[in-house]
């Protein structure tokens, strides 16, 4: 669905944080602290000053724990 949309209704709903993992980058805000997350290496890089952190180191070699323990 639309990511604005779906994050209002979360929020509606009474969420009080947003983890959003996106592959393309997306900009928004919310209404609450939305932490994104991006899904490749690649994005990360180019969109350091959107992007909070690199899920994918998973697919870089580094292991379930220490990601989960590094996020």
Known sequence: GNDQVSCTNLVASGAQMILFTTGRGNPFGSPV???????????????????????????????????????
């Open 33 to 71: 602290p939305t932490v994104k997350i991006s899904s490749n290496s690649k994005l990360f890089e180019k969109k350091q000053h959107w992007i909070d952190y690199n899920a994918g180191q998973l697919v870089e070699g580094k292991n379930f724990e220490e990601v989960t323990e590094d996020f």
